[in-house]
T-cell receptor, first 114, second 112 residues
Framework: NAGVTQTPKFQVLKTGQSMTLQCAQD?????MYWYRQDPGMGLRLIYY???????DKGEVPNGYNVSRLNKREFSLRLESAAPSQTSVYFC?????????????FGDGTRLSIL | GDSVTQMEGPVTLSEEAFLTINCTYT??????LFWYVQYPGEGLQLLLK?????DKGSNKGFEATYRKETTSFHLEKGSVQVSDSAVYFC???????????FGQGTRLTINP
């Protein structure tokens, strides 16, 4: 029962470095999401993918790019990391076509930008 | 736009105390409502949900009732345990929409 798997779990970057966060789900869900979690702000949606081959901006997309590689995998890329992107990043997946089904979350990637 | 407002935290209680975490929402359509829980170092897990007015979601002794008249979905538990210490998030999604809208989270600490 892997569910949603994120890699890496922790990462420290220097300002200006690039990095790709990986996410994979094994529940055959159509939709996948990337959130960031900052203290006192809950989770904010960065990008989402309603289905394979489509991506859309969320609430805070600036400084990020995404790729929906196939139905299972949805990656998040920071091209030039900035200290403001220090956060915990969560990937999630769901199957909205089956009604208001809940999203399933990975355990997160804790990213620090120095 | 759609939004969720949660009770400010942190909340600290003694074991076996009664818990209420308030949640109110604003939505343009007919939302489904969720409570998620995040234990230290982990991702979010669905705790309970309600998809229409007057529905009651329940799980692990927690309950929440979808109140359309007061646009609320307050989380309650009659007797909390130390293991309930976590951050709790109220969230909504609109039928057919892709996005969850989260409240800011409420950190709960239960002391033995």
């Amino acid at each position: 029962n892997a569910g949603v798997t994120q890699t890496p779990k922790f990462q420290v970057l220097k300002t200006g470095q690039s990095m790709t966060l990986q996410c994979a789900q094994d529940m055959n869900h159509n939709s996948m999401y990337w959130y960031r979690q900052d203290p006192g702000m809950g989770l904010r949606l960065i990008y989402y993918s309603a289905s394979e081959g489509t991506t859309d901006k969320g609430e805070v997309p600036n400084g990020y790019n995404v790729s929906r590689l196939n139905k299972r995998e949805f990656s998040l890329r920071l091209e030039s990391a900035a200290p403001s992107q220090t956060s915990v990043y969560f990937c999630a997946s769901s199957d909205p076509g089956r009604g208001n089904q809940p999203q399933h979350f990975g355990d997160g990637t804790r990213l620090s930008i120095l | 736009g759609d939004s969720v407002t949660q009770m400010e935290g942190p909340v600290t209680l003694s074991e076996e105390a009664f818990l209420t975490i308030n949640c109110t929402y604003t939505a343009t359509g007919y939302p489904s409502l969720f409570w998620y829980v995040q234990y230290p170092g982990e991702g979010l897990q669905l705790l309970l949900k309600a998809t229409k007015a007057d529905d009651k979601g329940s799980n692990k002794g927690f309950e929440a009732t979808y109140r359309k008249e007061t646009t609320s979905f307050h989380l309650e538990k009659g007797s909390v345990q130390v293991s309930d210490s976590a951050v709790y998030f109220c969230a909504l999604t609109i039928q057919g929409a892709q996005k969850l809208v989260f409240g800011q989270g409420t950190r709960l600490t239960i002391n033995p």
